[in-house]
């Protein structure tokens, strides 16, 4: 246990008497002045002002306390990472060669902010980012458009639903531009296409489909329900490649709107005729009551760089493992430090889906802890 000394006139006094004679006298005629020099306990640790025992001195002590104001730093700091299969150039192995570091200086005279790189074991890009939270935005869009490839996609919204994605003067549009680091494209008024164009990464895409259907939704004249449902059953929701909610839509003509995985919602909003909304409703909290009462999990400890491997380009290897055996298998974001992957699935399908993670990772997985019994009793 740590102690704390507590300096007291006596101690100080004790201190200084103990000094050795040649920190206290200096040779020659100035000796004595640079004894008399060395400080008093009160000068070194000066008494605090006594209380004014007049009003005008408790006014000017309060005054002076109230000039003093905390200072916060509008500075901040963000890391991005982009994988080695999203990365323009990869054809660089340290900084500062190649194009890539011509591009992060020229996205630090264009922001303002500050960018400093690095190369992760798994060759991914790390790019921390400092400065104030509009530089870091701008230049997060940036480094998204200029650093890493970039994939397109469509949501189709009723057209006279555009100009609320628009917002007064394009603020709405620019907000969610850097919100989910995508360009997006909408038609003209007098284009008929009720297609909106999205560009940016996969992760950035599932963003902005989704912020951009949230938006359509609160227009809708129609019925709009909001359902609660635990983020770790979305997938059963969803199905594997979307199976499931697409057939959800199709049987009830319901427009039915999950967050993607990157997006930390639980709400999934479904808009359209009653009773159509009615019906997908049910037809959610049904798989939901299902999948909650009857799946389990188990954790295993997998490396971090392999958990790239059990995810797959674009998230297929999670979509195939789902579709074949109906197991989730849940991984920590990039920015965790965590190594724990979760399933979630019947128990006699676990095994199954654990020896496709195996198979993935290609190593031996460190440990594998039971949460639960894999068979029902």
């Known amino acids: 246990m740590s102690s704390v000394a507590v300096l007291t006139q006596e101690s100080f006094n004790e201190h200084r008497s103990g000094l050795l004679p040649e920190q206290t006298a200096v040779a ?24 004014a025992a007049t009003p005008d001195g408790t006014q000017e002590t309060t005054n002076a306390w109230t000039k003093i104001r905390p200072l916060k730093s509008s500075i901040i700091t963000q890391v991005f990472h982009v994988p080695l299969e999203e990365r323009k150039y990869k054809d660089i192995n340290q900084f500062g060669e190649g194009d890539q570091a011509k591009v992060c200086v020229d996205i630090m005279h264009k922001t303002g902010a500050h960018l400093e790189l690095s190369l992760a074991k798994d060759q991914g890009l790390s790019i921390m980012v400092s400065g104030k939270l509009d530089a870091v935005m701008k230049a997060r869009k940036e480094i998204v458009s200029r650093l890493q490839t970039q994939a397109s996609a469509t949501v189709a919204i009723p057209k006279e639903h555009h100009r609320f994605v628009i917002g007064k003067n394009g603020e709405k549009l620019q907000e969610l531009e850097l919100k989910t680091a995508t360009k997006i494209q909408i038609p003209r008024p007098d284009d008929p296409s ?9 992760e950035g895409l599932e963003k902005a489909k989704h912020e951009i259907l949230l938006i359509s939704a ?38 039915i709107n999950v967050p993607p995985p990157s997006v930390n919602k639980t709400e999934i909003v479904i808009t359209g005729e009653k009773e159509q909304v009615a019906l997908a409703v049910a037809m959610i909290k ?36 789902l579709d074949r055996t109906g197991v989730s298998v849940e991984i920590p974001p990039s920015d965790s430090s965590s190594e724990t992957v979760i399933l979630r ?30 068979r029902t009793p």
């Open 218 to 255: 609160e227009q809708d004249k129609r019925a709009v329900e909001r359902v609660n449902i635990d983020k770790v059953y979305h997938p059963f929701i969803t199905g594997a490649y979307n199976k499931m909610v697409g057939e959800m839509t199709q049987e009830t003509g319901a427009r």
């Open 194 to 202: 009720n297609q909106i164009k999205i560009s940016g990464t996969k």
């Open 286 to 321: 049904k798989v939901y009551e299902e999948k909650k009462k009857n799946t389990t999990t188990i954790a295993v400890e997998v490396k971090k760089s392999q958990h790239k491997y059990v995810v797959g380009p674009k998230g297929n290897t999670l979509q195939e493992i």
């Open 28 to 51: 020659g005629p100035s000796g004595r002045e640079e004894e008399d020099a060395l400080p008093t306990y009160k000068d070194a640790f000066p008494p605090l002002p006594e209380r």
């Open 345 to 374: 699935g019947e128990p006699d399908r676990l095994g199954q889906a654990l020896t496709e993670v195996y198979a993935k990772t290609k190593l031996k997985l460190c440990s594998l802890h039971r949460t639960t019994s894999w």
